[in-house]
């Protein structure tokens, strides 16, 4: 037997009647009280019967699947020597204790479900707290499921290496032999410019020497100039 059984049931319980009374929504008092009572009965019986008959009976008569992981789960901390451990996959963690859950609802809701209504209740409570309670334990399982891939990807984010530098071209090693270099495109771009300005002023002051020398026109006055 599962020795977090006693939790296991105590949480169940009192996650079943938190969800219960929120679900029927009714104001505190009475009302709220019974609520909270029924759902509590329903799921103490149906984690016991979980934990404390139907999970210990399936694990000693099944020795296949995920019933053999469990019970090298429970029996390997009391072992000296480490034993065999299948390979855990994503489908074998949210078939968890699928098998379980079923059994146990099928058993509880039979129950209650003959106490609150007689012999005819039996096999429609049966099936229907059967497909709840597996549908439950799947949307458990579930989110293990995310939890673990959301930690793996944290994981593998973090021990990612860090991105290598880029490696120099074998052109630009035989610009450097002869005292050259390539030249990004933002410095290729200000060379441009540079050598515009200096054109500028050396227009500009061809232009002025002329003016100077023939007191004439010069070409950009007579482009100016309207016809």
Not at 112 to 126: Q, V
Not at 167 to 175: A, D, G, M, R
Request: charged fraction near 25%.
């Amino acid at each position: 037997m599962d020795p977090n059984a006693p939790l296991t049931v105590a949480q169940g319980t009192l996650f079943t009647c938190d969800i219960y009374g929120t679900f029927k929504g009714w104001p505190i008092g009475p009302l709220a009280g019974s609520s909270a009572l029924n759902g509590g009965i329903a799921a103490a019986t149906f984690f016991s019967l979980r934990e404390y008959i139907v999970s210990p009976l399936l694990l000693s008569t099944v020795d296949a699947g995920q019933f053999s992981r469990r019970k090298w789960e429970l029996e390997a901390p009391h072992e000296k020597q480490p034993g065999r451990s299948e390979r855990l996959t994503w489908w074998g963690m949210r078939a968890r204790k699928l098998p379980d859950a079923a059994v146990s609802g099928a058993i509880t809701g039979g129950v209650l479900y003959t106490l609150k209504r007689g012999r005819r209740g039996i096999i429609p409570g049966a099936v229907t707290a059967s497909v709840a309670c597996s549908v439950l334990q799947l949307a458990y399982n579930e989110l293990g499921v995310m939890r673990v891939k959301y930690v793996s990807q944290r994981l593998e984010a973090e021990n990612m290496p860090a991105p290598l530098e880029p490696k120099t071209p074998l052109s630009q090693h035989v610009l450097k032999l002869f005292g050259m270099h390539q030249l990004s495109d933002e410095d290729y771009l200000e060379k441009l410019k540079h050598r515009r300005e200096i054109a500028l002023r050396q227009i500009a002051e061809i232009e002025k020497e002329l003016k100077s020398e023939g007191g004439g026109t010069t070409d950009t006055e007579l482009r100016s100039k309207p016809p």
